[in-house]
T-cell receptor, first 116, second 114 residues
Framework: DAGVIQSPRHEVTEMGQEVTLRCKPISGHNSLFWYRQTMMRGLELLIYFNNNVPIDDSGMPEDRFSAKMPNASFSTLKIQPSEPRDSAVYFC??????????????FGEGSRLTVL | AQTVTQSQPEMSVQEAETVTLSCTYDTSESDYYLFWYKQPPSRQMILVIR??????QNATENRFSVNFQKAAKSFSLKISDSQLGDAAMYFCAYAASGTYKYIFGTGTRLKVLA
């Protein structure tokens, strides 16, 4: 399997612009996560999908952030409008088994976002 | 609330030597899982080793092993015969059974000296 695929790998944009990050989870995985990593705050869970349904979006910082999962093989994280404080590495991760089985998270390579 | 603490921001080890990375956690749960993830400069986080709390035996994966002390809530990672490719950030993580929320520590940067 190709693993979790994220795009773009790097994104530089100007404040106020819309940013869309994309993720293709591992085929067959039913759980998808979006994380944000910064030096100051470490790894933060933004949103969790199970079977394409958003279960927990309490980590989404503001209404400027939105995420969708239209089908089992694709998810997007959108920031509109972007701000310099959104600069971070955004990770997508997927998993097959969670909960009682303590499933492994499979991470993508991340999208490094820089907002000028 | 559950927390994960990695008190060593940075560690160094000579190639071929052994190093131990520390992790402590706090939880009131009795059934949970602990993980060590490696994040090399390429950024992708990769699972190194996993421990189920109900298992008393320490997990081992080749050169990587853990010292799981449930009563002390300690979960250290030992890397034997360190290699240059082991240089990375290492994150300790916790997940309670029945939940999707993984709690990550702040990470330890491991440098391997040739």
């Amino acid at each position: 399997d190709a693993g979790v695929i994220q795009s773009p790998r790097h994104e530089v944009t100007e404040m106020g612009q819309e940013v869309t990050l994309r993720c293709k989870p591992i085929s067959g995985h039913n759980s998808l996560f979006w994380y944000r990593q910064t030096m100051m705050r470490g790894l933060e869970l933004l949103i969790y999908f199970n079977n394409n349904v958003p279960i927990d979006d309490s980590g989404m910082p503001e209404d400027r952030f939105s995420a969708k999962m239209p089908n089992a093989s694709f998810s997007t994280l959108k920031i509109q409008p972007s701000e310099p404080r959104d600069s971070a590495v955004y990770f997508c991760a997927s998993s097959l088994r969670l909960g009682r089985t303590g499933g492994e998270l499979f991470f993508g390579e991340g999208s490094r976002l820089t907002v000028l | 609330a559950q927390t994960v603490t990695q008190s060593q921001p940075e560690m160094s080890v000579q190639e071929a030597e052994t190093v131990t990375l520390s992790c402590t956690y706090d939880t009131s749960e009795s059934d949970y899982y602990l993980f060590w993830y490696k994040q090399p400069p390429s950024r992708q986080m990769i699972l190194v080793i996993r421990q189920e709390a109900y298992k008393q035996q320490n997990a081992t994966e080749n050169r990587f092993s853990v010292n799981f002390q449930k009563a002390a809530k300690s979960f250290s990672l030992k890397i034997s015969d360190s290699q240059l490719g082991d240089a990375a950030m290492y994150f300790c993580a916790y997940a309670a059974s029945g939940t999707y929320k993984y709690i990550f520590g702040t990470g330890t940067r491991l440098k391997v000296l040739a």
